[in-house]
């Protein structure tokens, strides 16, 4: 599904994010990656999402690899995936139903089918009965919630998400990680990067491991990087 092939990422200013990273997530895996603040998380994740490009090395995404994807193409690139952020990144003068809308309108999705698929995805994360409230009405847990149906609802086959329950507390947390671990057992490929180390080892998924760039530790199954 991913694969880095000794990817760096030097930023204006010459500070180097990533250096040389390799790894490989197989299709319907579920890892951690992990790292003090400042190792490359949140880098690498961006690269996979073309937010960044990488300065060197290939990433390859669905057999395709990306390094080459073309600006215009972004937008399709970015529907094969679903993130997740620390910060939710919600728009808060509009209901929880039109944030979890949005991307369907935004690909296109016809207006009849909205509903549905709206509807189902905030069933599956236990909003169901939300749909008519503001994000600021909502808890932090119910506000990630809302991220991860907006991230879902357009069925991608990847979700990537940044510290996702770095502001919640352990009961909180673990019922996030939950419903990441319900998706993975459908079939999604799922990479969460997590400062949480307690929480990551109970989960028992492999493990990648960034210190100041550079992979010290990983735990998903050997590619062949020739």
């Known amino acids: 599904m991913i694969e880095f092939h000794h990817v760096f990422k030097r930023y204006q200013g010459g500070h180097e994010a990533l250096k040389g990273v390799s790894f490989g997530l197989p299709r319907g895996e579920m890892a951690f990656l992990t790292g003090h603040s400042g190792a490359g998380k949140s880098t690498l994740l961006k690269l996979i999402a073309l937010m960044e490009r990488p300065t060197r090395g290939q990433i390859i995404l669905d057999d395709i690899n990306i390094s080459n994807v073309k600006d215009r193409q972004i937008p399709y690139h970015r529907r094969k995936i679903g993130m997740i952020f620390q910060d939710h990144r919600l728009l808060f003068d509009r209901t929880v139903y039109d944030n979890v809308a949005l991307p369907l309108i935004i690909a296109g999705v ?105 992979t010290i530790r990983n735990e998903l199954a050997e590619v062949d990087f020739a």
């Open 110 to 214: 016809a207006d009849r089918d909205i509903p549905k698929r709206v509807r189902a995805a905030l069933d599956k994360v236990g909003l169901l009965n939300k749909e008519k409230q503001l994000p600021i009405e909502l808890s932090g847990g119910e506000q990630q919630r809302v991220g991860i149906a907006r991230a879902v609802v357009n069925k991608p086959p990847l979700l990537l998400a940044d510290e996702p329950t770095g502001n919640l507390d352990p009961e909180l947390s673990q019922d996030i990680m939950s419903l990441f671990e319900q998706f993975n057992q459908v079939g999604v490929s799922v990479l969460i990067a997590s400062h949480d180390l307690g929480l990551i080892a109970r989960m028992k998924h492999p493990l990648i491991t960034l210190k100041e760039g550079r």
